[in-house]
């Protein structure tokens, strides 16, 4: 790059320019276009976001069946205490 600031900012206006003026003559080729793929990139959003609230449903109702049963007062908490518990009823 120029070390003089002027012809940095030369350079910087006339690259700006060349790549303004290929968009617009891009534009006038693909211009019919724009539409259909704008509506194609809403369709995409409308799928993804139905297979989340699908995936999100799925995962819900998992969760919800394999929810663990209630522990009654009168059972164990764990099997340690399990264990413990019925090797001192031995004992006795």
Do not use: C
Not at 14 to 21: D, I, N, Q, W
Not at 33 to 39: E, R, T, Y
């Amino acid at each position: 790059m120029p070390k003089n600031k002027v012809m940095y900012l030369g350079v910087l206006v006339l690259s700006a320019s060349v790549l303004l003026y290929l968009g617009a003559v891009l534009l006038n080729h693909i211009q019919w276009f724009l539409p259909w793929s704008a509506g194609a990139g809403v369709a995409l959003i409308l799928i993804g976001l139905a297979m989340e609230l699908r995936k999100s449903a799925k995962a819900k109702a998992a969760t919800e069946a394999a929810a663990p049963m209630p522990v009654s007062s009168d059972s164990a908490s764990s099997p340690a205490q399990a264990v413990s518990t019925s090797s001192q009823e031995g004992r006795e």
